[in-house]
């Protein structure tokens, strides 16, 4: 069966820290993969998603993910967290019926 | 362009009672999710449609529970009777077939079951 695996249910930082966030992803068909922000009160929206070509791939507010085929992985990076980026990460596989797979999410404490 | 539409916002009610919740997709998106969010379980699929027919409703936890799609703009999701463990955050999300599996979530219905 597919699944999403983060490893880190709660993650503190303070401002400046750099921030690797782990995801692993079982799916051996041609994956489409993604990482969406929930900030307190408000629903998920979609930081950045892989889909083919450059395995590094950018998002918004600076948040970038690296797809490593050989290690079943997308970690979610940023080099210097702010306190606005406080919230919680969800990684997501494409499921082979047109759903996603979410990972059970990483909740992010930035520390002013 | 509006968003996934949820309503309502809040809802609040007694054990006992029946509840909808209602969502509103893209318009012109054929794929439409349900989830639900609480703190012990996390995001978790109820069920989803293609083209207004239910996919997989797997995560559906019990009969209490239904959800319909009478056309591509609008769907329901019921609960009836309603239990304090259903105290939850539901989303709705849509998403359009052939552009990727990029999902659209709505902003959600807090609903608190006393």
């Known amino acids: 069966a597919q699944s999403v695996s983060q490893h880190n249910h709660h993650v503190i930082l303070s401002e400046a820290a750099s921030l690797e966030l782990g995801c692993n992803y079982s799916y051996g068909g041609t994956v489409n993969l993604f990482w969406y922000v929930q900030y307190p009160g408000q629903h998920l929206q979609l930081l950045l998603k892989?889909?083919?070509?450059?395995?590094l791939v950018k998002g918004i507010k600076g948040f970038e993910a690296e797809f490593i085929k050989s290690k079943f992985s997308f970690n979610l990076r940023k080099p210097s967290v702010q306190w606005s980026d406080t919230a919680e990460y969800f990684c997501?596989?494409?499921?082979?019926?047109?759903?996603?797979?979410f990972g059970k999410g990483t909740k992010l404490s930035v520390k002013p | 362009d509006a968003g996934v539409i949820q309503s309502p916002r809040h809802e609040v009610t007694e054990m006992g009672q029946e509840v909808t919740l209602r969502c509103k997709p893209i318009?012109?998106?054929?794929?439409l999710f349900w989830y639900r969010q609480t703190m012990m379980r996390g995001l978790e699929l109820l069920i989803y449609?293609?083209?207004?027919?239910?996919?997989?409703d797997s995560g559906m936890p019990e009969d209490r529970f239904s959800a319909k799609m009478p056309n591509a703009s609008f769907s329901t999701l019921k609960i009836q009777p309603s239990e304090p463990r259903d105290s939850a955050v539901y989303f709705c999300?849509?998403?359009?077939?052939?552009?990727?599996?990029?999902?659209?979530f709505g902003p959600g219905t807090r609903l608190t079951v006393l």
């Open positions: 997501a596989v494409g499921g082979s019926q047109g759903n996603l797979i």
């Open positions: 449609f293609n083209n207004n027919v239910p996919i997989d």
């Open positions: 999300a849509s998403r359009l077939s052939g552009t990727g599996f990029e999902q659209f």
């Open positions: 318009s012109g998106h054929d794929y």
């Open positions: 892989y889909f083919s070509g450059d395995p």
